[in-house]
T-cell receptor, first 117, second 109 residues
Framework: GAVVSQHPSRVICKSGTSVKIECRSL??????MFWYRQFPKQSLMLMAT?????????EQGVEKDKFLINHASLTLSTLTVTSAHPEDSSFYIC?????????????FGQGTRLTVV | GQNIDQPTEMTATEGAIVQINCTYQ??????LFWYQQHAGEAPTFLSY??LDGLEEKGRFSSFLSRSKGYSYLLLKELQMKDSASYLC??????????WGAGTKLIIKP
């Protein structure tokens, strides 16, 4: 299957700082990437959908100024958590869809465990 | 609203068979997915159903009935490494994935 690489896998940051998470599709072109957040023992919650070259579409309740998403190329999307607070501590996962209609599944990155202290 | 229901937790014995059910109510339907997620890791794809019937892939099988809004994941010859959460997700009319809360499967020796 296709490979999506997410970096870093774990990050600890101080409250008030910003953290950038990268999501790369390694062997295919991802026209659409999805960013999810998952709290312990809960399912994935879609935060935003990003399309290459255009602004991301955020889900209701997700602050676009706090969670900055950039999808500058067909292989890279970034999520920046700005002015992080302890309540932002969570597991962040990206997934990517390839160009064309043949792909049915979303390919997931490894996830990023963010801890804000 | 859109809703995906699956049991919170199930327990089974190594070597046995377990069936995890999923019922859904979504605005449109463009396929149902099952993912496996080990603690602290991202989900990994298990199966995809878009037509009614059973899809078999090794020890895992997935069934779909669109008229009943129902699917199940069947795991045979259970192994300890199958202990994980199993997520049911439905792609709606907007091609967005709607996720269930996941079923935590505990395998006992």
């Amino acid at each position: 299957g296709a490979v999506v690489s997410q970096h870093p896998s774990r990050v600890i940051c101080k409250s008030g700082t910003s953290v950038k998470i990268e999501c790369r599709s390694l062997d295919f072109q991802a026209t659409t990437m999805f960013w999810y957040r998952q709290f312990p023992k809960q399912s994935l919650m879609l935060m935003a959908t990003s399309n290459e070259g255009s602004k991301a579409t955020y889900e209701q309740g997700v602050e676009k100024d706090k969670f900055l998403i950039n999808h500058a190329s067909l292989t890279l999307s970034t999520l920046t958590v700005t002015s992080a607070h302890p309540e932002d501590s969570s597991f962040y996962i990206c997934s990517a869809k390839s160009q064309g209609g043949s792909s049915t599944e979303a390919f997931f990155g490894q996830g990023t465990r963010l801890t804000v202290v | 609203g859109q809703n995906i229901d699956q049991p919170t937790e199930m327990t089974a014995t190594e070597g046995a068979i377990v069936q995890i059910n999923c019922t859904y109510q979504t605005s449109g339907f463009n396929g149902l997915f099952w993912y496996q997620q080990h603690a602290g890791e991202a989900p990994t794809f298990l199966s995809y159903n878009v037509l009614d019937g059973l899809e078999e892939k090794g020890r895992f099988s997935s069934f779909l009935s669109r008229s009943k809004g129902y699917s199940y994941l069947l795991l045979k010859e259970l192994q300890m490494k199958d202990s994980a959460s199993y997520l049911c997700a439905v792609r709606d009319s907007n091609y967005q994935l709607i996720w269930g809360a996941g079923t935590k499967l505990i395998i006992k020796p």
